[in-house]
């Protein structure tokens, strides 16, 4: 059983530009997450998510960002605009749809240098 | 929301020496985890511990869920442990999103 996959491992964009960040949850998860970790700052949750649903967004800066998980497909985070304060490594995890307390497994994270 | 602590901020260690790593919460908790972060920057996934104790190889950990604390135990350890260690929950109220601490710096010399 694959784990979370992420991709693209590393993103190079400059100011101005757009970041597109993937995550397919691990097979028979439908819950997923986005944190980031910020340089010298701890991991911070962003959004959580559901098949066509976002449950929880209370994480997510109030610009620039939006996430997706559509039914088909990876789920998306989308930042537009990048500026250098967006740098950091996203991590998205996956739990099962068990319930609302279950382990969250994560991936190995995007990492995003902006120029 | 709730907080999270985590103590000590660093560690250095010689290598086959043993540790407790701590983490303390404000609320009660519905889910705790504890993570290790390599130098390669992964999370990985070391215990699902919001109550109880849990073994796994060289690492066991312990949750008094009523006392709001967690305790992470690496007997004899090796290079490779070196990294950092996080602590994360979820609250009874906060929904499934994961609050982690500021995290243990552990570097395990020979």
């Known amino acids: 059983n694959a784990g979370v996959m992420q991709n693209p491992r590393h993103l190079v964009r400059r100011r101005g530009q757009e970041a597109r960040l993937r995550c397919s949850p691990m097979?028979?998860?439908?819950?997923v997450y986005w944190y980031r970790q910020l340089p010298e700052e701890g991991l911070k949750f962003m959004v959580y998510?559901?098949?066509?649903?976002?449950?929880?967004e209370s994480g997510m800066p109030k610009e620039r960002f939006s996430a997706e998980f559509p039914k088909e497909g990876p789920s998306i985070l989308r930042i537009q605009q990048v500026v250098r304060g967006d740098s950091a490594a996203y991590f998205c995890?996956?739990?099962?749809?068990?319930?609302?307390?279950?382990?969250?497994?994560f991936g190995p994270g995007t990492r995003l240098t902006v120029l | 929301g709730i907080q999270v602590e985590q103590s000590p901020p660093d560690l250095i260690l010689q290598e086959g020496a043993n540790s407790t790593l701590r983490c303390n919460f404000s609320d009660s908790v519905n889910n705790l985890q504890w993570f290790h972060q390599n130098p390669w920057g992964q999370l990985i996934n070391l215990f699902y511990i919001p109550s109880g104790t849990k073994q796994n190889g060289r690492l066991s950990a312990t949750t008094v869920a009523t006392e709001r604390y967690s305790l992470l135990y690496i007997s004899s350890s090796q290079t490779t442990d070196s990294g950092v260690y996080f602590c994360a929950v979820s609250g009874l109220g906060g929904g499934n999103k994961l609050t982690f601490g500021t995290g243990t710096q552990l570097k395990v010399e020979l």
């Open positions: 097979k028979g998860h439908s819950h």
């Open positions: 998510l559901q098949k066509e649903n976002i449950i929880d």
């Open positions: 995890a996956s739990s099962p749809a068990r319930g609302l307390a279950d382990t969250q497994y």
